[in-house]
């Protein structure tokens, strides 16, 4: 059924559909000046030659509908592609006709180059009473460019008055200005909102009408298949694409619920060790208190306690050992008083029998022998002064007598050795002292010279340094002059030479020009060591280019190799040529040669400077001397071999001094003996042991004949020396044991004040008993204490336990501290500073933390894990299952929508004797059914399991998941939401393969033809059957059938966006087709517009007049004409019905060429 016996209103077609009915155009393209075109209700054709202006009068409409539309779409699209339209609103205002030559170039040729204007308004009217005309106004400066365009439209109720416009446009058009002149009409200077106004007045509701519109203008064809037509050109984005970005931004709340579940549950993880380490660290003070009043004044009094039990042990014991001894003394006096009665008894029995002058004689005997000791210690001593003094002579009462005369005349002798010796002695120590210092100076310049490349002295080096580091110069910058200068190869005979003759040069500083003043201002201000000339070589030095040129060969620079390249190439050059200037030597082996030049130089080193003069300086002949070359490795070698040299010359001046000191010691120890003996005035008697020897030989004898004469005096006394000793061993032994007794009897004094004093301590300190009872398991180990000293090292040996353990505890309590402190850092870093603000984060705070801790157990977590199961349970439930639901519901909705279009088509021929139908398929790719078993299984409510019954009821709440499955379901939608919500290719390509389901069908056209049936089967269908042909796209169909398919997709496409399904017509109906059926057959061409009409659209077709006649389908035709002369084109109609008998026919339309002048 169509749709104009669908609207049975009235005479007119369609009443209540807007259709065009008016075109103006104003200065557009080759349009120039004012142009109206009526538009026939029933369709206008719009002909003319190629050339005359269709298109451009399709695309002045465009600027109505689109704000950037590509110009002349359907002619690029016939020709492929392959040619860019340079058609735009700049160049259709100013009517550019093309391009002229002007020289050897061109310049554009424009109808109205100066200030113009131009419009485009669009009357539709709906046939019940409303007309809408939406315009478009531009304006143009008269030097304007692309960019220079003005923008404005206008929607009214009537046509434009375009004298009203014409009346402001000497100006730019402005908002305001055009509100003035159409107060009743909406002015806008934004085509969005302009758009979106006028669909709505239009009935154009669906976001791919006008792209479509514009497709079907254009020509284009279906693109490529049916379906892909359908999904990319027709069928609206999916409402579950928005749902997916809604469900994103849900869950995104889900997330930050989540996150703050996890970090609630973070902050229970960090805590969870503070109770438990707090109680620990609460523990270890206690031990650590406990231990340190044990080790503390509490230990004292415990030890006091115990040294009055050892001090009162040692009084018993030392009063049993005074007893004991007290007795054994008493009995050995007895004894020792008893034989001194008996040895008194028997001296006298021998003093009376004649025995005394045996006595004196033994005792003269015992002097004689303490004599000859004596003697003997003063004759060694003698004879080793004789030793000393180098004196050989014998040891006799002459030769002693000798020794004073002989060491007399030999001091006198080596008195004039020794000054020779000491003389000899500081010249060694004096050599000694040089070669240290040499060496310590070799030593530094080798050290120097390792540091350094230059051969300069350290002083040109550290005064360089200097002037570096106070000016800003770099010292590459500031060569010396020898750093630039080495002998060529082959000419190393001439570096001596070389050296005395450049040697004023080689130590001179190069400054650039640009530094000088600055080192100039440095040597004002500072002393530098030793004398430093600076030169500045950025002054030219006059002839100083040309004298190297004129250079000779033996010259003293062709012996050279100047460095003149890199920072010190300035430098080098002015070297080279300060060279060539002043020392222009040539250079000669034998010195007579020297005679004959005004001057030159020798290979012995000889300057002759001038006729008259000549000069030689050996200050610097050493080769470590010199100055010239480019670095130091052969005066870093010729140093190092210097300091070894030095180093064996150090040793043997080392070894002269030692050996000269030795010389001199000696002497002065030999004059010192000679003066001993000099002055050793003691006769031989005095010296000698020999006489004490005779003299007790003599008193021997005499014993010896004292006691022959007396031989019965011998018994008695052996017994006398018998009881002598025994009453001497006794008197010993007394005199032990009274010594013994006393020490046994102070002892025990000592004892008793010691003990004494304890008492008084431990009275004044006494132990408490729980200290007793904690200390006395350390001291019971060790067993019975007898002494101090062993109480002493007993009592050390407890300390350092208890030190131990309370260093142990502390240890423990510190680290537990640490433990404790650690994690309240790191949670006050990573959770803020909502504690820490008010307690900070040490030890002090653990309470606070753990107060923290605990309502983070009782009352937050809880809290949190309830709002993330309400909120997922409900809201990201709905949201996900508002989306699965979408996903079927969007499916159906289309193939709703589209369906009804099959009712138009079977009403209308495709072929004769056939209709088309749009078959739609569910194509569910695997990714999708993925994505939606991913979200029904994550939605899935899992029951309450029997065994948590009971559970359950006590407080968790039956409908509960358990936390771990609620964390796999959240899991799994978390991983869809990123993956939705990424903006990566592949997950932005595996989004719209889940969510857009467009691309979940697959529509294609079936063409339903009646056939004739076979003879069999004839007779009982009544000769017909129908057969059903597929057509997914046109790649198969020749040009006409193309377009005629074409049509009827379009239209039934066209249809569906605008709303036929919704309310059984279209509220707009005007479609534009340019170059509309040209590759069409005149049946194929009518089949199409038939098929158009039937889903109730006004078509304004343009084609060229030599194709087929398509005006008898149309309601008119509208005739393009345009002046070659002058190019510009204008609108005229022809009458549609033939004339007949006596008629001269007549106008199927009012389309008249109105207010069209042609020129």
Known sequence: ?????????????????????????????????????????????????????????????LRVFDARPRSNEAAAQRAGGAVEDKRTTFTYMRGKVGDKAVGEGSA??????????????????????????????????????????????????????????????????????????????????VHKAFAERFRRLLGINSDQALPLLRVIQAGKGLGGSVNTFFRDQVLDAPAT?????????????????????????????????????????????????????????????????????????????????????????????????SLAKELRQLEADYNNQGGNAISAIEQSLDNARVGLKLRQQVEESARKALTDAGLELEWTAAGWEQAHEHAAARSAELKDDSEALKELRFEAFDGHATRKRELAAAQQELVSLKTRKSLLPPSSIENRSAIAAATGVPEEQMPF?????????????????????????????????????????YLNDHPVRGALRAVDVSKPLAGGALAVEDAADGDLLTKLDILTAGPAAEAGEWIRERIALDFAYPCVEDPDELA????????????????????????????????????????????????????????????????????HQGMTRQLEALRRVAEDHRPWEQVSAAVAADELARIEQRLKDALAAQADLEPLRANIEAARHKHQSSTEAAAVLQSEYKALDSQLTTADSLLDAARTRLEQAPPSEATAVALEPYFADFGEVLEMHELDNLANQVRTRLLAELHTAESRGQATSERLTRIFEGFVREWGTAISADHGTSIGAAGEFEARYHAIVSDGLPAQEAEFRQFFNQRTHESFSTLLHLLDEERRSITSRILPLNGILSEVNFHEGSFL????KQTLPATAKQFKDAIQNALKVRHTRPGKAAASSSGTGAEQDDDAELTNRYKSLETLVKRLGSQTPEDRRWRAEVLDVRGHLFIQCKEHREVQAPASKAAKRGGKRTEVFMHADTGSMSGGERQRFTAFIMAAALSYQLGIAEQGFTTYGTVMMDEAFVLASEEFAGAGIKALHEFGFQLLLAAPENVIDLSRHLGSVTEILRDKRTNRSGVLTAPVIAPGAGSGGSWRSEANPVDIVLR
């Open 596 to 663: 004959r030049l005004d001057k030159g130089l020798s290979l012995g080193g000889v300057v002759k400077r001038n006729r008259h003069t000549v000069e030689k300086d050996d200050r610097f002949t050493s080769r470590q001397d010199y100055v010239l070359g480019f670095d130091n490795a052969a005066k870093l070698e010729l140093v190092a071999a210097q300091v070894e040299d030095l180093q064996q010359e150090l040793a043997k001046a080392a070894e002269l001094a030692q050996s000269r000191e030795e010389s």
């Open 108 to 189: 554009s040729a424009f109808q109205r180059p100066g200030a113009t204007w131009s419009a485009v308004a669009l009357t539709f009217d709906n046939a019940a009473g409303t007309r809408v005309t939406i315009s478009a106004l531009f304006d143009l400066p008269k030097n304007g460019t692309e960019s220079s365009v003005g923008r404005y439209y206008l929607i009214d109720n009537k046509p434009l008055d375009l004298a009203a416009v014409e009346g402001i446009a000497e100006k730019r058009f402005t908002k305001s200005a055009l509100d003035a002149i159409f107060p009743d009409a909406q002015v806008f200077d």
């Open 481 to 521: 002059g020898g750093e630039l200068i080495d002998l060529a190869e082959g000419q190393d005979q001439w570096r001596p030479a070389a050296e005395r003759a450049l040697r004023s040069l080689a130590t001179t500083l190069l400054v650039p020009g640009e530094h000088f003043a600055a080192v100039t201002r």
């Open 241 to 337: 694409l928005a749902a997916a970005d809604d469900v994103v931004e849900e869950f995104s709340n889900l997330m930050s619920i989540r996150q703050r579940l996890e970090d609630v549950r973070q902050q229970r993880d960090q805590l969870a060790p503070v109770p438990g380490l707090n109680k620990e660290y609460a523990q270890s003070l206690l031990d650590a208190n406990r231990l340190r009043d044990l080790a503390g004044e509490e230990f004292e009094a415990y030890k006091q306690r115990l040294a009055v039990t050892v001090h009162e042990k040692t009084l018993e014991r030392f009063k049993a050992l005074a007893q004991a001894k007290a007795k054994e003394l008493g009995a050995e006096r007895g004894v020792r008083d």
């Open 1 to 61: 059924m169509s749709i104009a016996t669908m609207l049975p209103l009235g005479e007119l077609t369609n009443p209540g559909q807007m259709r065009l009915a008016l075109v103006q155009v104003v200065n557009w393209g080759t349009f120039h000046g004012a142009h109206t075109m009526h538009v026939d209700r029933n369709g206008t054709l719009l002909t003319g030659n190629s050339g005359v202006g269709k298109s451009t009068l399709f695309d002045a409409m």
């Open 917 to 920: 139908e749009l078959d739609i």
